[in-house]
């Protein structure tokens, strides 16, 4: 069984490259099915064919499904949407902006979660590619079934048993909404629709995501947070698509300069993900839409590839405490025993073993912190950060 996380900033060909790696596992003999959340029905077009919410079959072993997440909001949230509705409009808040508070940013690919881990549970596919949504919404996404789990666990048992004592008293001195216990079964039916899936998402056999660039400054600078954040949230990344890179057929001086500065880009791509995977896939000449363009893509990105198989990478750093510290670990298998050069500037992290250079940009929470050592053992850099006296 495994899971392919597809993401990258807006408009890179995430939607492509998800359709074209389903369809060709599908070829390969793999059950395979593609998902997404996109109100825009994206996947619909690719394939050009018309998606259910549940998974449509396209051809043969492939399935599709365009999750319609207002409808799973409506079913899984319905009652807690109205209850907290109501709350707000007691405070003041009314319409459409009370409406818009009651969901929060994300919520809607939380279910495509939700269906992912069914879709495991049944054994139906044998892998399961999941389209998502750009990069930022995407993170916050996947540290939501660990945050998620900890309120729940906490705030909503109590919740429970305050409401028990306190909803009779105040119904008598207020007339502030109080929750019933209807309220309380539908979040914790919602709840339950979650559990599971950080487990599945954080196996690496099972789950590993691929990054889809371009290569262009922003675009990468995005890609690289993402590529830490994911590795702090414990998520693996075994493969970099780099779309729409000009052929070397492009001859037009017009766009020679445009060569050029994708070859520098496509250097700094080589140094800025610690060994994992790097698949070029060339700018077509046309849109690549329709089952004979995808297959056409993905014979390009995969070449004689099995796109289902884990490719180099995974979790190739730990972020981790010890005490006040805080160590980075990454796995450096190439490098040669020698001399460890390590640059902090800013929030990148640049290092070099011999004649191996890798850069790692660092999350946040390691902004006010300072390099105090840096080893090199059995192929795995530890770098200590402590805290700026
Ligand atoms: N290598 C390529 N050559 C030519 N066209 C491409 C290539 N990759 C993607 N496209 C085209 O670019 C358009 C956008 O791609 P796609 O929808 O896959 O991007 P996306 O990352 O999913 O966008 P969004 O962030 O809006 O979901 C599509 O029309 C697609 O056919
Ligand atoms: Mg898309």
Redesign the pocket.
Known sequence: MRVLLVT?K????????SAATALRAADMGYRALVMST?P?H?LAD?FGRELGDRPTIITENLSAQQIDSQKRLEESWGEVRDHLTELFDWTGLKGVQAEELTVFPGMDELFALADVREHVRSEEFDVIVV?CA?TAETLRLLSLPEVLSWYMERIFPMGRRVAKVVRPVLNKVTSMPIADDGVFEAASNFYDRLDGIREILADEEVTTARL?LNPEKMVIAEARRTYTYLGLFGYAVDGVVV??VLPDSVTDPYFKRWREIQQDHLAAIEDGFVDVDILK????D????GMEMLRL?ADELYGDRDPVERMNGGRAFTITNDGDDVIVEMKMPFAEKGDVGVLRQDDELYITVGAYKRSLVLPDSLKRRVVKRAKLDAGVLRVTFVLEN
């Not at 046309?286 to 839409?289: A, C, I, Q, R, S």
């Open positions: 990258g807006g408009g890179v060909g995430k939607t492509t490259v996109d825009a994206s690719a389209d750009p889809v779309n729409r896939l060339r700018l077509f046309h849109e690549m839409v893509l």
